[in-house]
């Protein structure tokens, strides 16, 4: 019997974030993943994201997942998850990493520090990982130009720039829900 389906949501930061903000994007995805295992783990001291803290916190995450799931991150959640997959490749095969409206770190992004991408980010990630990249172009956070800063780390990308959507997406994740349906079609 096949098992559920699994999505794995990594928060983004700041004080109250897993249950004042990002559990509004988790509520949207479980309404369009009817069927999923959709997990979301309070990430450790989620006033001060950091490659330290929340690292190992997602590489014990993605471990404990099945065989072709998949890991969502938010914000800052996807630039760490993206970082910890690359420094620590995950024992299981992830079918598509999604990265929503996380800030670019390193050359022409945010200044670099101890989660800038490196050079070869796209050379680094597994050939049959899907990869994609969901940006508001109304989104006050983080400029929807890291999306294009995304998009040439990792080339082969797809990508979806969404008029008229925030930081949060509008608390609206259906687009993302109907990429991951479509990963098992």
Not at 56 to 75: F, M, Q
Not at 76 to 83: A, N
Not at 154 to 174: E, K, T
């Amino acid at each position: 019997m096949p098992s559920t389906p699994q999505v794995l949501f990594i928060q983004g930061g700041g004080a109250g974030t897993h249950d004042d903000w990002d559990d509004k994007l988790v509520g949207s995805l479980r309404r369009g993943l009817d069927g999923y295992e959709v997990r979301y783990p309070r990430m450790p001291n989620e006033d001060d994201p950091s490659a330290s803290t929340w690292g190992p916190a997602i590489v014990r995450e993605v471990a404990a997942l099945d065989d072709r799931s998949v890991v969502v991150g938010h914000s800052v959640g996807g630039t760490i998850l993206i970082h910890s997959l690359v420094e620590h490749p995950p024992p299981v095969d992830v079918a598509a990493v999604i990265l929503v409206a996380a800030p670019f770190v390193g050359d022409g992004g945010w200044p670099a520090d101890e989660f800038a991408v490196p050079a070869d980010l796209g050379a680094r990630l597994p050939a049959d990982t899907k990869i994609h990249l969901f940006h508001g172009l109304d989104d006050a956070d983080v400029p929807p130009s890291h999306v294009d800063l995304w998009a040439r780390a990792i080339p082969r990308a797809q990508v979806y720039r969404l008029p008229g959507r925030d930081h949060q997406l509008g608390n609206d994740l259906s687009d993302v829900a109907g990429v991951i349906r479509g990963l098992s079609a």
